[in-house]
Nanobody, 123 residues
Framework: QVQLVESGGGLVQAGDSLRLSCVAS????????MAWFRQAPGKEREFIAL????????YYADSLKGRFAIYRDNAKNTVYLQMKSLKPEDTAVYYC????????????????WGQGTQVTVAS
């Protein structure tokens, strides 16, 4: 079992930056690739980014590449999502997930999920 807890969400203005964190516990953190997803009201869950177990590779949704960056600190059991130039359409609940990289990328799902953190971007 892996427990994931996201933090760092909040209300920001358009153009602001924000960094989300996700702390893992329960299993060895570097056993899993880590990913971020988001879900806006009335919309399907959307893949944002994935980072492999030791950070050697990252993958991004094409539409978000360049504004969002994923990185991890295995010593702190933490994965981060750095977001910049935020837009109102980035408003969503942001989730981190742990899983096998190929499965996350192919199926858009992870083995373990956090409870989510709300990001609201005001215009």
């Amino acid at each position: 079992q892996v427990q994931l807890v996201e933090s760092g969400g909040g209300l920001v203005q358009a153009g602001d930056s924000l960094r989300l964190s996700c702390v893992a516990s329960g299993r060895t953190f570097n056993e899993y690739a880590m990913a971020w997803f988001r879900q806006a009201p009335g919309k399907e869950r959307e893949f944002i980014a994935l980072i492999t177990r030791f950070g050697g590779s990252t993958y991004y949704a094409d539409s978000l590449k360049g504004r969002f960056a994923i990185y991890r600190d295995n010593a702190k059991n933490t994965v981060y999502l750095q977001m910049k130039s935020l837009k109102p359409e980035d408003t969503a609940v942001y989730y981190c997930a742990a899983g096998e990289a190929a499965t996350v990328l192919r199926l858009g799902t992870g083995d373990y999920w956090g409870q989510g953190t709300q990001v609201t971007v005001a215009s």
